[in-house]
């Protein structure tokens, strides 16, 4: 089992020593990020998007640490966009993009292979063009090659990880212009508001009993942890929490969304990682249980389960017939805990889906952050992936 050490999480000075590239500094910023972003997709004329009229369809491309924001605004699009919204991560461009169609490619760094091969073929086609990265990048320059909107965004942030609101903001604006999503600048202002409380909320001088993320992470460091949004909007920020908890905290995690997933997540609790039926080897088992002779314990199964506002949710589309997400989120929750099962429920605060979101991710991130540093890991920096760009560069 990891060793989280506590101390360090209540030690400003050693999460600073180990943060060497300000990891939780640039969380902090994320309130900062999405004011410096509207002002930036403002002087760079993002309400000439598409020449400001609404194109035949949207195509947003985004990976790695940005891959998210393909993943908000297909769930915030999904109710009512008058037009089809497809994301995709790499080459090739569709056969049907064309000059009346909008491509939207993200890069904190404008280098990334395949929203730049993206957006050089759409340029190629003639079609309209949104780039959100690095200034004077490649990214950059195909978009002005291609008369497009090019949104400059802050490079003085340590990984796309933690710039995430550099990136989202101007499409987010880009796509409330031309009516495909309701998120005004005026909602987004108060995003930054909320984004600013929960950093002020999981400070690192907040001591861990009473900072949500510090209690979030020294528990899922006790676990094999899966992420488990209870609808489409929660289930974004569990894809975008497991993904935190694997490249920063180098904690592998699987996530998903019910009602899809709660079979696949409820089988597990049958299985090897669950506190059932614990014969001494695992956690919580047999307290006489010798780790000498018995082994050391078994890796036990964590459950944390992301639940939407239930006071702003929108009615359910589903059938009559079928079970409703809370009592859906409930059932999967009393099964997990009756199978020895750890969990924690996360609830989005906040009333447009967009501030909901903000309010998970943002904790999600923290506590993925204080996990690594916990576990003596850099949040930023990872031996392994700068062997693999190092050997296929």
Request: with cysteine.
């Amino acid at each position: 089992m990891p060793h989280l050490d506590d101390d360090v999480l209540d030690s400003v000075e050693a999460l600073e020593r180990l943060d060497s590239r300000g990891s939780l500094r640039a969380l902090a910023t994320s309130g900062a990020q999405v004011r410096r972003a509207i002002i930036a997709a403002r002087e760079a004329g993002v309400d000439r998007v598409a020449g400001g009229d609404r194109p035949r369809s949207v195509l947003v491309a985004s990976l790695g640490g940005s891959a998210v924001v393909c993943d908000v605004l297909d769930v915030l699009a999904e109710p009512g966009s008058p037009v089809p919204l497809t994301t995709r991560r790499e080459a090739p461009l569709p056969g049907w993009i064309g000059p009346l169609d909008l491509v939207i490619a993200v890069s904190q760094s404008g280098r990334a292979a395949g929203p730049l091969a993206l957006a050089a073929e759409a340029a190629r086609r003639g079609t309209s063009l949104l780039t959100v990265g690095a200034p004077d990048s490649p990214l950059a320059d195909v978009c002005a090659r291609g008369r497009g909107v090019h949104v400059d965004i802050a490079t003085d942030v340590p990984t796309s990880r933690s710039a995430l609101w550099s990136m989202l903001t101007p499409v987010l604006l880009a796509a409330d212009g031309l009516g495909l999503i309701d998120c005004p600048e005026a909602e987004l202002d108060r995003v930054a508001d909320l984004l600013d409380s929960r950093a002020e909320e999981c400070r690192p001088s907040s001591e861990s009993f009473v900072n949500p993320a510090k209690v979030l992470a020294v528990g899922l460091a006790e676990t094999v942890p899966v992420v488990l949004g209870d609808g489409a909007l929660t289930g974004v920020a569990a894809g975008r929490a497991a993904a935190m908890l694997a490249r920063t905290a180098r904690m592998p995690a699987t996530s998903g969304a019910l009602p899809d997933a709660a079979a696949q997540v409820v089988a597990c609790f049958d299985g090897p990682f669950s506190g059932a039926g614990d014969t001494g080897r695992g956690s919580g088992g047999d307290i006489f249980a010798d780790p000498f002779l018995d082994g050391p314990p078994a890796p036990q199964l964590g459950l944390l389960l992301l639940r939407d506002n239930p006071d702003v949710t929108p009615p359910s589309s589903l059938p009559p017939t079928a079970v409703p997400p809370a009592q859906l989120a409930d059932a999967v929750a009393e099964s997990a805990r009756e199978a020895g099962v750890k969990v924690w429920e996360v609830e989005a605060t906040g009333a447009h889906p967009i501030e909901r979101l903000a309010s998970v991710i943002a904790l999600t991130d923290y506590a993925a952050t204080y996990l690594a540093l916990g576990l003596g890991l850099d949040p930023a920096v990872s031996r392994h992936v700068t062997e693999l760009r190092d050997r296929t560069s």
